[in-house]
């Protein structure tokens, strides 16, 4: 007798794509273990969640399908579901974040090709589902939920599926967290066929509500999140993905943005790969897990390749500084003849940059402080740059250690 996830995996033969299990030579290397990518960026919406989507709009009754679907998303379940109304013939009222990338709205409506309306509501994923839960509330539409179903968790499950057809041996699954969906479904598929597997989950530092669920003992709703990762920012993780979870999971770790960051960069300079900083998530925590991981057999599920080209300034930035590699300052410069000269000459390494000059105060552009960016060529530099600003007797501050100031003047 088949598996629900079997099931699901049968209802989504030939409207989802059997992703590559890719073995990387690369992280294998370096962590001196057998790494594989699950790539799911190379999925038909270029994420998972169309799996999730389509088997639960699916198995919709025909009064339900007739009536049409909301649904609330960052931009990959909103793909999904766009794709499987397109695939069905079903209208759909798709809610997004108001900061979603316009990357992820246009991939929406070219998926939904004329069968669904996008809105725009709300700063994060949580305040845009309580307004689609009450439209579909007010319409009479069924919602679909991005990840707190039953049938959306038998989809993603088919991951698992998958992984156990391709690598039956698998040691260890790297896991990233949003709602829960993805590791639910997974997590009881293969636990399910492998008892011994080893499920690592992994979140954002700035998103942990998986984390604050198990060490609360049950769902919380966080008081703020960085929404940056965007695939995976969710203030509330869901109550029957926390049952599956707390059960299934060796292990839950939390990845700084910095981190992530870096990672993409890697992924895409060395490995040709494009992924989301979700999607990163996984790989992103091979550094915490190296020392368990030794010898073994390791998937780690690339979650998604939904990438904004315009983003990536603000992911190099975020990587450089999480390296070490940036530096702000704010600067008074002495009031002596020569004083800049002696900074870009006494001051600077050999291979540091200014990136970034500005005075703060616009009355007072040649007296005032200024804004400077330094960007370093090795982390270790730093120290002595600093000593040479005091041997020069420039009087700075720090930035970087300063959230306020940062985000103020950054």
């Given at each position: 007798m088949k598996t629900?996830?079997?099931a699901a995996a049968g209802?989504?033969?030939?409207v989802t794509t059997h992703t590559l299990l890719q073995h990387s030579h690369r992280l294998s290397e370096k962590y001196s273990a057998n790494i594989y990518l699950k790539r799911e960026d190379m999925q038909v919406v270029r994420s998972y969640k169309l799996r999730g989507a389509f088997n639960k709009i699916s198995k919709l009754p025909e009064a339900e399908r007739s009536t049409g679907v909301v649904c609330a998303s960052a931009g990959n379940h909103a793909q999904?579901?766009?794709f499987s109304c397109k695939r069905l013939g079903i209208s759909g009222v798709i809610f997004m974040p108001g900061p979603t990338p316009k990357q992820k709205i246009s991939q929406t409506e070219m998926f939904g090709n004329g069968y669904i309306e996008i809105v725009l509501t709300g700063d994060t994923f949580d305040d845009c589902q309580q307004a689609a839960l009450a439209y579909a509330r007010e319409k009479g539409m069924t919602f679909i939920h991005p990840f707190d179903d039953t049938d959306i968790i038998e989809g993603q499950g088919t991951v698992g599926?998958?992984?156990l057809q391709d690598q039956p041996d698998t040691d260890v699954v790297i896991i990233p967290i949003g709602g829960g969906g993805l590791a639910a479904g997974t997590g009881t598929c293969l636990k399910q066929t492998k008892p011994d597997i080893t499920l690592y989950g992994v979140e954002p530092e700035g998103a942990p509500s998986m984390k604050a669920a198990l060490i609360n003992g049950g769902p919380v709703t966080?008081?703020?999140i960085n929404r940056f990762v965007d695939?995976?920012?969710v203030k509330r993780i869901g109550e029957l993905t926390y049952r599956y979870c707390k059960d299934l999971l060796d292990d839950v770790r939390l990845v700084p943005e910095g981190?992530?960051?870096?990672?993409?960069l890697e992924l895409y300079n060395k490995d040709a790969i494009v992924v989301e900083p979700a999607g990163a998530l996984s790989v992103a925590a091979l550094d915490f897990y190296s020392d368990e991981i030794k010898g073994k057999k390791v998937v780690c599920i690339l979650s998604g390749g939904n990438n904004d080209i315009d983003r990536m300034g603000e992911i190099k930035e975020l990587s450089l500084l999480y390296e070490g590699l940036k530096h702000y300052f704010i600067i008074r410069f002495p009031q002596r003849p020569g004083a800049l000269k002696l900074f870009v000459n006494g001051v600077l390494g050999p291979h540091d940059d200014i990136t970034r000059f500005e005075f703060i105060k616009k009355t007072q552009r040649e007296r005032g402080p200024a804004l400077v960016g330094i960007e370093l060529q090795n982390a270790a530099d730093y120290s002595a740059l600093v000593e040479r600003m005091r041997i020069h007797r420039f009087d700075f501050k720090e930035v970087n250690n300063d959230a306020t100031l940062f985000e103020y003047l950054v």
């Amino acid at each position: 007798m088949k598996t629900p996830y079997e099931a699901a995996a049968g209802r989504l033969a030939g409207v989802t794509t059997h992703t590559l299990l890719q073995h990387s030579h690369r992280l294998s290397e370096k962590y001196s273990a057998n790494i594989y990518l699950k790539r799911e960026d190379m999925q038909v919406v270029r994420s998972y969640k169309l799996r999730g989507a389509f088997n639960k709009i699916s198995k919709l009754p025909e009064a339900e399908r007739s009536t049409g679907v909301v649904c609330a998303s960052a931009g990959n379940h909103a793909q999904g579901v766009a794709f499987s109304c397109k695939r069905l013939g079903i209208s759909g009222v798709i809610f997004m974040p108001g900061p979603t990338p316009k990357q992820k709205i246009s991939q929406t409506e070219m998926f939904g090709n004329g069968y669904i309306e996008i809105v725009l509501t709300g700063d994060t994923f949580d305040d845009c589902q309580q307004a689609a839960l009450a439209y579909a509330r007010e319409k009479g539409m069924t919602f679909i939920h991005p990840f707190d179903d039953t049938d959306i968790i038998e989809g993603q499950g088919t991951v698992g599926v998958e992984i156990l057809q391709d690598q039956p041996d698998t040691d260890v699954v790297i896991i990233p967290i949003g709602g829960g969906g993805l590791a639910a479904g997974t997590g009881t598929c293969l636990k399910q066929t492998k008892p011994d597997i080893t499920l690592y989950g992994v979140e954002p530092e700035g998103a942990p509500s998986m984390k604050a669920a198990l060490i609360n003992g049950g769902p919380v709703t966080l008081n703020e999140i960085n929404r940056f990762v965007d695939g995976a920012a969710v203030k509330r993780i869901g109550e029957l993905t926390y049952r599956y979870c707390k059960d299934l999971l060796d292990d839950v770790r939390l990845v700084p943005e910095g981190k992530i960051c870096t990672t993409i960069l890697e992924l895409y300079n060395k490995d040709a790969i494009v992924v989301e900083p979700a999607g990163a998530l996984s790989v992103a925590a091979l550094d915490f897990y190296s020392d368990e991981i030794k010898g073994k057999k390791v998937v780690c599920i690339l979650s998604g390749g939904n990438n904004d080209i315009d983003r990536m300034g603000e992911i190099k930035e975020l990587s450089l500084l999480y390296e070490g590699l940036k530096h702000y300052f704010i600067i008074r410069f002495p009031q002596r003849p020569g004083a800049l000269k002696l900074f870009v000459n006494g001051v600077l390494g050999p291979h540091d940059d200014i990136t970034r000059f500005e005075f703060i105060k616009k009355t007072q552009r040649e007296r005032g402080p200024a804004l400077v960016g330094i960007e370093l060529q090795n982390a270790a530099d730093y120290s002595a740059l600093v000593e040479r600003m005091r041997i020069h007797r420039f009087d700075f501050k720090e930035v970087n250690n300063d959230a306020t100031l940062f985000e103020y003047l950054v």
